[in-house]
């Protein structure tokens, strides 16, 4: 077995060491993102792993894909199903009774399982007995191995790529979509499978809207632009955002950046092993307040980033317990100052925190960028 299919059948073999101290007897995975951790393959579809308290885990695939996955996953029992004779859920449910389980207690992720596949599973099993195991596979996500940082550092990159594509297509008169391509393009020559989220490019006053996209708008001498980008290489996420100031723009908007900037930077310097995410948070939210914007600023600056470009642990935000750890990616800070004519601006960048502090994975220039 190579280095990359060992570390995928220790995550297994933890993800059972995790559910051996909960009542869950089998985790059920059907999440393009578990799947790809848990087995080391981009390519699936229609697709399961069920992973059990003890034994081997077992992948459910069309048998067209079964010596593919064979060749390149560190599953060891995979097997396959002919649609439409047969269905995914039916051989699940087969072979969760082949593990011995009668009324099994399945641990499912929250998102992502097809209400056929629910069904199919209610109609054979006890509903009662179904456990929300996101919480769980998040906690087990967290840790990046050198590999895992390394495919985000790559991602990052890619990301730098279409950034600066978006900074020189952005002049008045393009459109916020005709930026976007730009980037969009450079991404994907650079390797990019893709973004894992839907990304902005905004302009004027639609730079306040809470999760804006780009748009037909065309960009207007004295505006910023708010460039947020993501791209992916072998299934791990990166992002960033950066401030665009088309000439000169209202001082408010520059002092509110460089207000950003400043907290961004307290809050990475907070980034260490054993602090709680509210410590981080607390360390931005500090300067926003004094700065007179308590009122105008979100609870949340932060996600853990890996197979999704906002993990669900840790949480950076105000009043979280979740535990900065060595090994965690995390992305700080993309919140802006919610208040007309001042707001707008946005920064966040992805960053990898180990027991010698935090580093930037994301690298291009954070000043606000002036054209």
């Known amino acids: 077995m190579d280095g990359y299919k060992l570390e995928v059948s220790q995550r297994i073999k933890r993800a059972q060491e995790a559910i051996q101290q909960t009542d869950i007897d089998i985790l059920f995975i059907v999440g393009r993102e578990n799947l790809i951790y848990f087995t080391g393959s981009t390519q699936m579809e229609c697709m399961a792993l069920l992973i059990p308290r003890e034994g081997e885990a077992t992948a459910v695939t069309l048998w067209l894909d079964v010596g ?9 029992n995979i097997q396959g199903y002919f649609f439409p004779a047969q269905d995914l859920v039916g051989q699940c449910v087969q072979i969760i009774k082949d593990y011995g389980f009668q009324q099994p207690k399945i641990g499912f992720e929250k998102y992502f399982v097809e209400f056929k596949v629910y069904e199919g599973l209610r109609n054979n099993f006890t509903e009662s007995d179904f456990v929300n195991a996101s919480d769980l596979i998040y906690r087990l996500r967290s840790i990046k191995t050198s590999r895992e940082v390394e495919m985000i550092a790559r991602a ?5 790529k279409g950034m600066e594509a978006a900074v020189n297509a952005a002049n008045p008169g393009v459109s916020e979509l005709e930026v976007l391509a730009e980037a969009e393009y450079a991404m994907l020559k650079a390797g990019s499978g893709g ?3 839907r990304m902005q490019v905004t302009s004027g006053e639609r730079s306040l809207l809470t999760h804006p996209c780009a748009s037909k ?13 993501g791209a992916t290489y072998e299934g791990y996420c990166s992002k960033m955002c950066r401030t665009v100031a088309l000439g000169a723009v ?8 460089q207000l950003l900037k400043e907290a961004q930077d307290a809050a990475v310097a907070a980034l260490k092993p054993g602090v709680l995410s509210w410590q981080v948070d607390e360390a931005a939210r500090k300067l926003i307040a004094e700065a007179g914007y308590e009122n105008n600023y979100l609870d949340l600056v932060g996600y853990g980033v890996g197979l999704r470009q906002s993990e669900f642990y840790p949480i950076i935000g105000k009043n979280r317990q979740d535990v900065i750890e060595a090994g965690m990616v995390v992305d700080v800070l993309l919140p802006t100052i ?3 004519g001042v707001g707008g601006p946005r920064i966040t960048d992805v960053i990898h925190v180990s027991e010698q502090g935090p580093s930037f994975l994301t690298k291009y220039p954070r000043d606000l960028i002036v054209k």
Do not use: C, D, T
């Open 68 to 76: 593919y996955l064979k060749e390149n996953s560190a599953v060891p």
């Open 156 to 160: 990052s990159e890619m990301v730098s």
């Open 195 to 197: 973004s894992s989220f």
């Open 217 to 229: 708008k065309k960009l207007a001498p004295g505006e910023i632009v708010v460039i947020h980008l």
């Open 250 to 257: 209202p001082q408010e908007q520059v002092k509110a950046f």
């Open 338 to 340: 919610y208040r007309k």
